[in-house]
């Protein structure tokens, strides 16, 4: 299983070669900046979108949406967790070695990786955590899955992924979070619904402070009347005729 795709003419190797390439003909400082993105940053955005998302759904959400969503945000780094566990066996079984050491050439941004290439570890984890915030939330979900798509993109222009150790990243943690999602949401629903109804940690599912659909609805919950038609002091008929 170690010779996957060494072969030149094989479709991954030339699309590695593609996207590699691209690295050599940018400028020093956009591969620094792909590099640290590749590495660290998507990863970070991922945590952020997890975040933002759940600061949405506690504020706006229902009693019952906010505990659906924040139970399906909890199983997102508990799938991508679950996935890397999964790569462990299979990376032991396939043992592809990085492509820089079977192809010259390659202009390789990250030095130091000694670890088997397939699947890609961070193609995995983003991939995910993505589809598990999907499960939460579509909107988020569908922003994070294109951050996933980007950090896939991202191995193979750094030279330390073929590009199907990336897609079978993306297969990895695409099944892992889908299958068990029934399973993870039976067993956390329980869970975060009770947290919600605690007095001390119930705010980490849903707000306490109601907020307001509309404009009449803002005003009414600040106390604010409604004007009625005639109902100002001192109104007669001509100055009604008037204003109108």
């Known amino acids: 299983m170690a010779g996957l795709a060494l072969d030149g003419s094989n479709p991954d190797v030339s699309l590695l070669y593609d996207i590699n390439g691209l690295a050599k003909a940018a400028p020093a400082w956009f591969d620094r900046v792909m590099e640290f993105v590749g590495e660290y940053g998507i990863m970070l955005g991922m945590v952020l979108a997890v975040l933002w998302c759940w600061w ?18 909890v199983w997102a780094p508990l799938a991508a967790g679950i996935a890397l566990l999964v790569n462990i066996p299979i990376r032991g079984f396939v043992e592809r070695r990085r492509p820089f050491y079977d192809h010259e050439g390659l202009d390789v941004l990250v030095a130091g990786k000694t670890d088997f290439s397939f699947v890609s570890d961070h193609a995995t984890m983003a991939m995910a955590i993505a589809v598990g915030l999907f499960v939460a939330n579509r909107k988020f979900g569908l922003a994070a899955i294109a951050l996933a798509l980007l950090e896939g993109f991202c191995r193979v222009y750094m030279g330390v992924h073929y590009p199907t150790d990336v897609i079978g990243g993306f297969a990895l943690g695409t ?10 949401m039976m067993l956390l629903t329980p869970l975060v619904t009770a947290v919600s109804r605690s007095g001390s940690v119930g705010w980490l599912v849903r707000s306490r402070r109601p907020v307001a659909s509309s404009a009449d609805d803002l005003g009414e919950s600040r106390g604010i009347p409604e004007p009625r038609p005639g109902s100002g002091r001192g109104a007669s008929p001509d100055e009604k005729d008037l204003a109108a």
């Open 175 to 184: 099944s892992v979070a889908l299958l068990l999602a029934p399973l993870a």
């Open 56 to 73: 949405s759904v506690r504020r706006r959400g229902t009693a019952d949406d906010s505990v659906t969503a924040v139970a399906g945000l």
